[in-house]
Each structure stands twice: as structure tokens, then as C-alpha cells.
């Protein structure tokens, strides 16, 4: 008799996984070499980073499709990586071209380049993005037959293609180039701390902090969420793996599902503005900035501060509303157990600063130092016992989840390339900045108005990160004409295209999170909107007061503009929240407005 409860070898299903296992390491590898291969050709480590995504955008993916499906997926991954070895191996004589295409074959590597940037946006964020990008090329291809100023005088198509394709001015402009050597990275850090204890971490020393308070359960859920999304950025991934452990808590000390549900989801969605990650957006700014990642950091840290402390206070406020006790003794970990696992976060995030702030190396050395410590932590578990298989399980595991997410994050850079290297070919960019400085009418607060709208509405259908890159082409040019500086500008936007979590219709963390608590997410979203009361003032706290982000130049200055609006945010929250008389709560409203704004710092 044939024993089948062992695989068998050669079962196909077994060998695609292990192609897949085998790819996943190749991508991991690849990435944290680039930390220290030195000076690459842009049109050689750019094209190889999406070589490294395409297996896991077509072929890996959560539901493998099958028949005639399968077919298309392969061709179109085969042809993507025809394509980007093309770019690559002819990297120099295509420099020569000065992007103007020459041939039938270059053409047809050129379209198939745009097609395959567009495809890869949809299967991972659906229509919103490329259906962006196709109207941007639409006008790059046809903008010269539109009356007035919206039109442009024409491009060689030749030169138009050329540019997005074979040059660092569309697919593999400077977008691409943080995607690959430096955000790659930092996904492949949370995905080993992730694997590991790293999560029972992060969840201890909240428990350990917050956990006797009133509304103890819902302030863990705020600590954790902090900790583990400033690594992670990613608010759906929180809400995945804190959300498992303080919702069913939450629940069983009797809050409310929907106000359980709020709780986590916003939370979660302040991972993506909690340095020192971001979601990868702190990268991408000081790339866009021309900055340095440590005033990026530090200019973004106390307005991450002011946003979890609104969600603290909000938690607190319908502690009392709800009568909301502590968490159970018996649900508090032990000091030994707490002091073991907190050495899985603490190592490689005191590593990651330490590097950051104490030597002259890049952020992407330090992520690659800290990922190795983390690594070299899987070996134990949460009794400090090693053990080489679950090493190796682990080792496993990180790698897929990081080259599943590297080829996310570059599906949506690919793309995105090509709307901000169409904006610069035809100036399209300029020309929304004079719109939005005729609509407002040139008044600070109605551009801040409409651009927040814009965000508001395109971080609706694409992530946070991608909605941002859009956004800040078209419209931080405006903010900046008007008088914002650079970086405010910048974190204004990134601030409101995080909106859209927590804001219906689409609401993805409200979503999720209402999904694992059983709450209609009307509800969760309701609450989370007056939880969430940071998200919507403190990017307009920084605009009105300025010294907020002044941290590394003026700390005292930036410190007291923090109290005073941390104050304001707390009299808004109370308003919002608290059972009180109806004109009591609007003048804690119109009180907080007033502390915030009309001081300004």
C-alpha cells in the first residue's frame, strides 16, 4: 500500500515551492547586497530589482491561477524578464541614445515595458493607479491636440517612449532606485522581525506598560502599534498580527466590537507615519527633498507622537465613557517573560538607531545591520532556546513574506515612475500648480484645502505610499509656491493620503479590522474617525505651527509647540468623545481649535 500523508517529491506543487523558496532568498540576497556592492549602473541594479519582483507579481502569487490564465502569466513574466535584460545588458549603448529609441526592437521593448509597469499595478492595487498612469500617457501621447494651456507642443514619440523606457527619467528613474536599495531593505527587516518573536515583543512591553491602566487592552493595542508599525509601515499587516491578540482581549473585558475594531485599526494606521520607517515614505521623501534621512526623521517624529497620543487620549476618554477596567492580572506577563522577549525588538531596533544617529552610515547599511541581527534571533525562541530547524522554517518565512512584499512596493514605484516621468516631460505638473493656485485663489489655507481632497480621494484606491508620490508631483509645487516649506509640504501630503484608512467609503484598515471583530464597519468607522482626530489636525497643527518639526534645530521650540497642540488635540478628542452637555463639548471643541491654531509656534 502507497503511504500518502508524506509529500512526495516529485509532486509539481512541492517543486514550485521550492522555485519559490529559492527565488524569494535570490531576491532577499540581491537586495542586501546592494547595500555593499558600491556604484552600480542605474539601468543594471534597477532592471534587476524587477526581475526580482516579477516571479512574485505573476507567477507566486496568494491564488495561483490555472489554465489559459497560467499560460498569459508565464508569457508575461518571461517577456518582463526578456525586457529588463535587455535594458541591462545594452545599459551602455542605450546611455549613448540619450532616450531616443532607434529600431523596431527597441520599440517593441518600450511598449512592452509600459504595458507590463501598467499590469503589474493592477494585479496588486487593481485599477486606480495604472488607470492614472494610462491617462498620463494618453496626454503625453495626445496632450498637443488639447486647446489652451492644458495642451503641450508635441513630442517625437521616439524621444517620448524612449525617456519612460531606456533612461533614469520614467520606469527606472530615482523612484525605482529607493524601491531597490533602500526600501527592499527595510521590508526584508520587518519580515525577519515578523517571523520571529519580534511580535510577542512588542505585544509584552505593551501589555507591561499599558495593560493596568484604565482601558488597558485598547492602549496596548496603541503601544503595540506604534512598535511594531514603525518597522513594519504597513497598517493592514498590523491590524493582522496586533489586532489577533487585542481584539479577542478587547472583547472579553466587555468593550464594545466596533469600538474594539476602531481601536486597532487606527492604531495600526499610524504605523505608516512612525518613523524611523514610514511605510518606506521617509525614503522617498529624502530622495524627492534632496534631503538627509535624519532631518526626514526628526522633522516627522514629534507629529507621530502627537498622532498616537490623540488615539491614547481617546482610548482613556471612552474608558471613562464605557467604564472600560484594566486588563486581567492573570493576562499580564511576568517580568522574566516580558525582559526575554523585548531583547528580540530591542537588539535590532537599538542596532538600526544606533548606527543611524552615531555613524556616518547610510540608513540602508543600518537596516541591512539590523535585518542580520534579527536573523541571526531566529535561531531562539521565547524561552531563549535555539534551534537550527525552526531557524531554518523562519528563515524561510521571512524571505517569501519580504520578496512578496518587495515585489508590491515595486509594482507601485514601476508604475508610478511613469506618471511623474510623463508630468516632467510635458510639464503637465506645472500647469495643476497654476490650477491650484487659481482655485484657491492663492490662499494658503484653500490649497491646503483642495490638495488634502486630492489625497484624501486618490488614497482611496492606491497605497499610502503611491498616493503620496502622486500627489506631492502635482501638487507640492503649489504648496511651496505659496509659501510651505518643502518638508511641510511633503509631510502634509503624506500625512493626508493616510486619510483614507480610516475615512469612509473605503477605509481598508476599518475594513479589516471590522471583519475580525464582527462589527459593522459603519460603526468601527464612525468611532475611528473621532479616535483618529490626529490624523485630520496635527498635519494642519505643523502648517500653523511651525517649529513642531524643528526638533533637531530648536528641540526646546519644538517641544513646547508639541505640548501646546498635544493639549488642543486632547480638548478636541474630549469633545469629540466624552459625554458631556452639548455646548460643554463644543466649547472643549472650539477651545481645543483655538489652542492648536491661533498661538502659533
Known amino acids: 500500500m502507497t503511504d500518502t500523508s508524506r509529500p512526495n517529491p516529485a509532486h509539481p506543487l512541492l517543486s514550485l515551492h521550492t522555485v519559490m523558496v529559492v527565488l524569494a532568498f535570490a531576491s532577499v540576497g540581491y537586495h542586501l547586497w546592494l547595500v555593499m556592492a558600491g556604484l552600480i549602473p542605474h539601468l543594471i541594479s534597477r532592471p534587476l530589482h524587477i526581475i526580482a519582483a516579477l516571479p512574485f507579481v505573476f507567477l507566486f502569487t496568494a491564488r495561483p491561477s490555472t ?23 545594452q545599459h551602455d549603448m542605450l546611455d549613448n541614445q540619450y532616450g531616443r529609441l532607434r529600431g523596431t526592437l527597441q520599440f517593441v521593448v518600450a511598449w512592452g515595458l509600459i504595458l507590463l509597469a501598467l499590469e503589474m499595478a493592477r494585479r496588486q492595487v487593481k485599477w486606480a493607479m495604472p488607470g492614472t498612469a494610462a491617462l498620463a500617457l494618453l496626454y503625453g501621447l495626445f496632450g498637443q491636440y488639447l486647446p489652451g494651456e492644458l495642451g503641450h507642443a508635441g513630442i517625437p514619440l521616439a524621444s517620448f517612449l524612449g525617456t519612460l523606457t531606456i533612461t533614469e527619467g520614467g520606469l527606472w528613474g530615482s523612484l525605482t532606485g529607493v524601491s531597490a536599495e533602500v526600501v527592499a531593505v527595510f521590508v526584508i527587516l520587518g519580515a525577519v522581525v515578523g517571523a520571529g518573536e519580534g511580535g510577542q515583543g512588542f505585544m509584552a512591553a505593551s501589555i507591561a506598560l499599558a495593560g493596568r491602566l484604565r482601558a488597558g487592552a485598547a492602549k496596548v493595542s496603541v503601544l503595540s502599534s506604534a512598535l511594531f508599525g514603525s518597522i513594519s509601515g504597513s497598517a493592514s499587516a498590523n491590524v493582522a498580527s496586533t489586532g489577533a491578540i487585542t481584539l479577542p482581549t478587547m472583547k472579553r473585558l466587555g468593550y464594545p466590537p466596533a469600538l474594539a475594531a476602531a481601536v486597532e485599526a487606527v492604531a495600526s494606521s499610524g504605523g505608516q507615519i512612525m518613523p524611523p520607517v514610514m511605510g518606506a515614505g521617509a525614503f522617498i521623501m529624502v530622495e524627492l527633498l534632496r534631503t538627509t534621512y535624519n532631518e526626514v526623521l526628526m522633522a516627522a517624529l514629534l507629529p507621530a507622537v502627537l498622532f498616537f497620543w490623540g488615539v491614547w487620549a481617546g482610548c482613556d476618554l471612552y474608558g471613562r465613557r464605557y467604564g472600560l477596567e484594566p486588563m486581567r492580572r492573570e493576562d499580564i506577563p511576568p517580568f522574566a517573560r516580558v525582559a526575554r522577549l523585548v531583547l528580540f525588538f530591542l537588539i535590532p531596533f537599538g542596532l538600526l538607531l544606533a ?14 545591520a539590523a535585518t542580520g541581527a534579527s536573523a541571526a534571533l531566529l535561531l531562539f525562541d521565547a524561552r531563549l532556546r535555539p534551534s537550527l530547524r525552526r531557524w531554518g522554517a523562519r528563515l524561510v518565512e521571512a524571505a517569501v513574506s519580504a520578496a512578496r512584499q518587495i515585489a508590491t512596493i515595486a509594482a507601485i514605484i514601476f508604475c508610478a515612475g511613469l506618471i511623474i516621468g510623463v508630468l516632467n516631460i510635458t510639464g503637465l505638473g506645472v500647469k495643476i500648480t497654476s490650477l491650484i493656485l487659481g482655485l484657491s485663489g492663492g490662499n494658503l489655507w484653500g490649497a491646503l484645502l483642495l490638495t488634502g481632497l486630492a489625497c484624501l480621494i486618490l488614497g482611496m484606491e492606491v497605497p499610502t505610499t503611491a498616493a503620496y508620490v502622486i500627489c506631492v508631483a502635482v501638487a507640492g509645487p503649489a504648496l511651496i509656491e505659496i509659501g510651505v516649506e518643502p518638508l511641510h509640504a511633503h509631510l502634509f501630503i503624506f500625512w493626508f493620503a493616510l486619510l483614507s484608512t480610516i475615512t469612509p467609503p473605503v477605509c481598508g484598515a476599518v475594513f479589516i479590522a471590522a471583519g475580525m471583530a464582527g462589527a459593522p464597519w459603519l460603526s468601527v468607522a464612525w468611532h475611528a474617525m473621532r479616535l483618529g482626530i490626529g490624523l485630520y489636525i496635527v498635519p494642519l497643527a505643523f502648517i500653523a505651527n511651525p517649529a513642531l518639526t524643528a526638533l533637531g534645530s530648536t528641540p526646546w521650540l519644538a517641544l513646547a509647540a508639541c505640548v501646546k497642540i498635544g493639549l488642543g488635540v486632547w480638548m478636541v478628542s474630549r469633545g469629540l468623545i466624552h459625554r458631556e452637555a452639548g455646548a460643554l463639548r463644543g466649547a472643549w471643541l472650539l477651545g481645543g481649535l483655538i489652542v492648536i491654531f491661533a498661538f502659533g509656534l
Not at 498569459?72 to 513574466?77: A, R, S, T
Not at 548606527?355 to 541591512?368: D, E, K, R, V, W
Request: aromatic fraction near 14%.
Open 67 to 89: 489554465g489559459w490564465r497560467r499560460v498569459v502569466d508565464v508569457l508575461l513574466c518571461a517577456f518582463g524578464l526578456a525586457a529588463c535584460l535587455y535594458v541591462l545588458v
Open 355 to 368: 548606527i543611524l544617529f552615531l555613524s556616518g552610515n547610510t540608513p540602508q547599511y543600518a537596516g541591512a
